[in-house]
Antibody
Framework: EVQLVESGGGLVKPGGSLRLSCAAS????????MNWVRQAPGKGLEWVAS????????FYGDSLKGRFTISRDNAKNSLFLQMNSLRAEDTAVYYC?????????????WGQGTLVTVSS | DIQMTQSPSTLSASVGDRVIITCRAS??????LAWYQQKPGKAPELLIY???SLESGVPSRFSGRGAGSEFTLTISSLQPDDFATYYC??????????FGQGTKVEI
């Protein structure tokens, strides 16, 4: 059974950093493209970052302006999101998601999400 | 970036109603479009992919149509479990996989 479990969220002050983790089971993260998607309180879904199965291509949403870094540890079968210079507008539930197949494909499995709150 | 626009933003309906939600892309995304359902406090769930393919386990009352830049999600007979928010997402271009703003289906 495919499972994604995020962790690492919490309360952080503006300008601070946080590292989110996503532990995968039931599949191998290096076989699929993986994504981070966030949702601010009461708002819609916003794509944050992607890493392809090969790891050769990494993409970020324009609003991140180089503050976030997506990475993967194949040995731990995990996905990560390093978030620096955090702002109040980064407050959101952060989901990791697995793409359905190689190439153009949607997200077929999602974690339960981890809440990041940026506030002084 | 490709922009996705859903309509309506909110939809009031009753059990048994036929419901149609529209998603328009700012440029062609071919058939690289998905629909998700999200309930409060839960992660989104994939309903439809490649514009019209039903994800395994999803009831057949859900269907998707369209290609290019205009798409629809239809619920043929609304059930109590279907009251939720629905999002479209394009995945034509890898960066980014933009979502529509969502359509809340309420009683």
């Amino acid at each position: 059974e495919v499972q994604l479990v995020e962790s690492g969220g919490g309360l952080v002050k503006p300008g601070g950093s946080l590292r989110l983790s996503c532990a995968a089971s039931g599949f191998t993260v290096s076989t699929y493209s993986m994504n981070w998607v966030r949702q601010a309180p009461g708002k819609g879904l916003e794509w944050v970052a992607s890493i392809t199965s090969s790891g050769n291509y990494i993409f970020y949403g324009d609003s991140l302006k180089g503050r976030f870094t997506i990475s993967r540890d194949n040995a731990k079968n995990s996905l990560f999101l390093q978030m620096n210079s955090l702002r109040a507008e980064d407050t959101a539930v952060y989901y990791c998601a697995k793409q359905r197949s190689a190439g153009n494909s949607p997200n077929d499995y999602w974690g339960q999400g981890t809440l990041v709150t940026v506030s002084s | 970036d490709i922009q996705m626009t859903q309509s309506p933003s909110t939809l009031s309906a009753s059990v048994g109603d036929r419901v149609i939600i529209t998603c328009r892309a700012s440029q062609s995304v071919s058939s690289w479009l998905a629909w998700y359902q999200q309930k409060p406090g839960k992660a989104p769930e994939l309903l439809i992919y490649d514009a019209s393919s039903l994800e395994s386990g999803v009831p057949s009352r859900f269907s998707g149509r369209g290609a290019g830049s205009e798409f629809t999600l239809t619920i043929s007979s609304l059930q109590p479990d279907d009251f939720a928010t629905y999002y479209c997402q394009q995945y034509n271009s890898h960066s980014p996989g933009t979502f529509g703003q969502g359509t809340k289906v309420e009683i």
